[in-house]
């Protein structure tokens, strides 16, 4: 019979134990996620192999064994032709399903195609999805130059493109300080994105109501946003424009915010009702 101390460390083993799978487990969930999430802003041309590599930072051999697997289960489909991977049908099927709950396409598709027409510049519905935006509507204006930094399916960490910006800025200042404590946007996107300077344009957001991102991405390419709200006020969408620098005037910007502010504030109270 084991001493008290002798159950004691048996449990604490176990605890660990437990708390080893728990981890492993978080990690494969974590290396799927990423793998479909680098698949599917790939579309719709899909993705080699070893992109999925290189845009998950997982080696070749582990990546392809994630696809593979979620081949086996329709999550992604595998073209032999082109050699490139693509989301699945089983993916379509569920996104069909969730879209009655997140899925607002439908109620803001009017208002995008609005901004553009109004505007001349090519027009955008993000969402939010955990510290991230991703883009899923595209509607062109007639003005001939454009910018093609958005397009659907594209994602960014909050506060890098406007609409990030213009959701960041309307979460409570608990959770925009939590985002810029564990996220360092410099590596990927420069000095320009330190945390200081996503805050400096956060308030810069809250004074105007409408973010305004200029040509941090790509030089000359300007954008602006405004914060769409669900339900329970939270900032889950945005409605942005994209264009060239000479388009966005310090006479025109605020016109153009107030277009967007117009429209957001048009699907947030179609959304609350």
């Given at each position: 019979m084991l001493s008290k101390f002798g159950r004691y460390v048996a449990s604490r083993l176990s605890a660990v134990h437990n708390?080893?799978?728990?981890?492993?487990?978080?990690?494969?969930?974590?290396?799927?996620?990423?793998?479909?999430?680098?698949?599917?802003?790939?579309?719709?041309?899909?993705?080699?192999?070893s992109g999925v590599a290189d845009a998950t930072g997982l080696s070749r051999p582990t990546a392809h064994r994630i696809l593979s697997s979620l081949a086996g289960d329709g999550f992604v489909d595998h073209d032999s032709a082109t050699m490139r991977w693509?989301?699945?049908?089983?993916?379509?099927?569920?996104?069909?399903?969730?879209?009655?709950?997140?899925?607002?396409?439908?109620?803001?598709?009017?208002?995008?195609?609005?901004?553009?027409?109004?505007?001349?510049?090519?027009?955008?519905?993000?969402?939010?999805r955990g510290d991230e935006t991703v883009c899923l509507l595209r509607e062109e204006g007639a003005f001939p130059i454009r910018s093609f930094v958005l397009y659907e399916g594209v994602r960014f960490p909050l506060g890098v493109a406007s609409a990030g910006l213009a959701i960041l800025s309307y979460l409570?200042?608990?959770?925009?300080?939590?985002?810029?404590?564990?996220?360092?946007?410099?590596?990927?996107?420069?000095?320009?994105?330190?945390?200081?300077?996503?805050?400096?344009?956060?308030?810069?957001?809250?004074a105007t109501g409408f973010a305004v991102n200029p040509g941090l991405l790509?030089?000359?390419?300007?954008?602006?946003?405004?914060?769409?709200?669900?339900?329970?006020?939270?900032?889950?969408?945005?409605?942005?424009?994209?264009?060239?620098?000479?388009?966005?005037?310090?006479?025109?910007?605020?016109?153009?915010?107030?277009?967007?502010l117009d429209h957001a504030h048009r699907i947030s109270q179609q959304l609350s009702r």
């Amino acid at each position: 019979m084991l001493s008290k101390f002798g159950r004691y460390v048996a449990s604490r083993l176990s605890a660990v134990h437990n708390m080893d799978m728990a981890v492993a487990g978080a990690q494969v969930v974590g290396r799927v996620a990423a793998v479909l999430r680098a698949v599917s802003a790939s579309m719709p041309g899909g993705l080699g192999t070893s992109g999925v590599a290189d845009a998950t930072g997982l080696s070749r051999p582990t990546a392809h064994r994630i696809l593979s697997s979620l081949a086996g289960d329709g999550f992604v489909d595998h073209d032999s032709a082109t050699m490139r991977w693509h989301l699945g049908p089983e993916l379509y099927l569920m996104g069909a399903i969730a879209a009655e709950r997140y899925d607002i396409t439908d109620v803001a598709r009017e208002s995008v195609r609005a901004i553009a027409a109004a505007t001349g510049e090519s027009a955008f519905l993000s969402a939010r999805r955990g510290d991230e935006t991703v883009c899923l509507l595209r509607e062109e204006g007639a003005f001939p130059i454009r910018s093609f930094v958005l397009y659907e399916g594209v994602r960014f960490p909050l506060g890098v493109a406007s609409a990030g910006l213009a959701i960041l800025s309307y979460l409570p200042d608990s959770q925009v300080e939590d985002y810029l404590a564990r996220t360092d946007l410099t590596q990927a996107f420069g000095a320009v994105h330190s945390a200081d300077e996503v805050r400096a344009r956060v308030r810069a957001t809250r004074a105007t109501g409408f973010a305004v991102n200029p040509g941090l991405l790509v030089e000359g390419s300007w954008g602006m946003a405004a914060a769409v709200f669900d339900r329970t006020s939270r900032p889950a969408w945005a409605l942005s424009l994209t264009g060239v620098e000479s388009r966005f005037t310090p006479e025109r910007r605020p016109q153009l915010g107030r277009l967007l502010l117009d429209h957001a504030h048009r699907i947030s109270q179609q959304l609350s009702r």
